[in-house]
């Protein structure tokens, strides 16, 4: 059979059984898998059943609740013959926390299609994107058309930094040996303008608490003299960065790797209307780091936010106090070459030096990660730029995204194999944000797409032996 005939076998298939695809869909975004939040465990742990369920189902073998110190990795795999490759498909079945809760249009854990989009938490990121993967395999299984072997690693704690995965894959290494991985947990430019990532960002994210007199006092008979650690924060955090945007955290930038001007130049040509991008989120305007595009602004350069801040009275009304503490929960994005460890340490220090003595400052490291750039002339890069020319009608375009998937670079290093990673949201799914959403049409396409990336990655395999 051509990938001619397979395409319109799929679609033959996904047209009599897209009803039931999206009713399956439904009962996985129902169930609460927030995993940050230890109040939704049992649904965590509902979840990851689940998913060895749908797995189950459509027969695929040994399938497992790889425990971990956290939630449980959801193991499955079919091996048709040894000598066909080895796909490896991870994705994720934890969701951000819903809040603000008051900020959704229909409730988060109720999904319903609103305009041809699926709205719910982790419609997009990342239940919707990995359970297309679930039903193109049951195509293929069901047509007998499977060219390779595969298996599925989905796991339940990427949105709180994956810290027992890497344990998981040193341990588990033989077992999830394979040729590619495969991974939708990422967007496209548009729906007419599909695009395969081929870059995202490290993480850096660091708490840091400022600690002044030893209880909250009387604004008006202390304050004056007794320094604020509200507005200590507040002057550490205005001071990292200058008025051209740069990082001022000495050695912040040494490692970062600077793109040619050609490189800038090809990046520069990807669709981007600016007005669009500003009306979308309803600002005036941006202002990011002088001398570089919005594209590059959120791709190739480091970044440093607040993601959180509090202290002092945030209660109804007025009340005059001088906080004895305040917080704030604050990220930096990386790029490729810079160290996580070592912006960590960076951050610590520099703030350290800079905090007055007047108060005590102490620093705690949450999740970190690397960046990755993966390659446009891997065989499974190939095999996705054949799959979506031939489901959109259009080559994909190569892209660096901002977004981090801290695994990542673990998969390149430990099980030592290629990252494609083909997505198929758009940024404007609000993914993390009040009312998340999917499009009907990206789960269909990204249904229709998956199979056909097998068969031409099986197909492309064959020709290099
Ligand atoms: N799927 C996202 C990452 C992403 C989104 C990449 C859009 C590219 C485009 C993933 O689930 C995520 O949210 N990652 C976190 C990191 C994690 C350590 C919490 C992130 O990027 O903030
Ligand atoms: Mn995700
Ligand atoms: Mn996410």
């Given at each position: 059979m051509s990938v001619q005939d397979l395409h319109t076998s799929v679609k033959q298939y996904l047209a009599a059984n897209q009803d039931r695809f999206l009713a399956e869909l439904f009962d996985l975004l129902r169930i609460p898998s927030v995993s940050a939040d230890p109040k939704y465990k049992p649904d965590v742990l509902k979840t990851a059943e689940l998913v060895a369920t749908h797995f189950s189902a459509i027969d695929l073998e040994n399938v497992l609740l790889i425990e971990t110190s956290g939630f449980p990795a959801v193991y499955a795999e079919k091996i048709l013959n040894k000598d066909f490759p080895t796909v490896l498909v991870y994705g994720h079945y934890d969701v951000q926390p819903p809040d603000p809760l008051d900020l959704w249009q229909t409730p988060p854990f109720e999904p319903v299609i609103r305009e041809g989009k699926i709205y719910a938490r982790g419609s997009c990121d990342d239940k919707g994107q990995f359970f297309m993967h679930t039903k193109a395999i049951e195509i293929l299984l069901k047509l007998q058309k499977l060219p390779v072997n595969v298996k599925f690693l989905i796991e339940g704690e990427e949105e709180v930094g994956s810290a027992n995965l890497e344990t998981l894959l040193q341990k588990y290494q033989e077992k999830l040996h394979c040729d590619v991985i495969l991974i939708s947990d990422t967007s496209m430019i548009a729906n007419d303008s599909p695009s395969l990532t081929v870059g995202l960002r490290g993480l850096a994210y660091m708490e840091v608490e400022v600690i002044g007199p030893n209880r909250d006092l009387h604004s008006g008979v202390y304050g004056g003299a007794v320094d604020n650690p509200v507005n200590v924060l507040c002057e550490i955090i205005a001071s990292l960065k200058d008025e051209k945007g740069h990082i001022t955290i000495p050695g912040f930038y040494d490692d970062v790797l600077n793109l040619s001007t050609e490189e800038r130049n090809e990046m520069a040509k990807r669709p981007f209307d600016k007005q669009e991008y500003l009306d979308h989120l309803d600002i005036q305007d941006t202002r990011g780091e002088d001398g570089y595009s919005i594209i590059e602004q959120t791709s190739i350069r480091p970044t440093l936010d607040v993601n959180g801040i509090w202290g002092g009275y945030i209660g109804e009304g007025a009340k005059t106090v001088l906080p004895s503490k305040a917080n704030a929960k604050i990220s930096m994005r990386l790029v490729p070459n810079q160290s996580s460890e070592k912006i960590m340490k960076l951050f610590t220090e520099h703030i350290q030096k800079i905090a007055p003595p007047t108060v005590k400052v102490t620093i705690t490291p949450h999740h970190g990660g690397e960046a990755v750039v993966t390659s446009t002339k891997s065989t499974g890069y190939l095999a996705a730029e054949e799959a979506m020319l031939q489901s959109f009608g259009k080559k994909p375009i190569p892209t660096r995204e901002g977004g981090s998937i801290p695994i990542v670079a673990l998969f390149t290093s430990i099980l030592q194999a290629p990252v494609v990673l083909m997505g198929f949201g758009?940024?404007?799914?609000a993914i993390h944000s009040p009312n998340e959403h999917y499009g009907v049409f990206n789960f269909l396409k990204g249904i229709e797409t998956i199979p056909l990336f097998y068969a031409h990655y099986a197909q492309l395999t064959q020709e290099k032996h």
């Open positions: 758009l940024d404007s799914d």
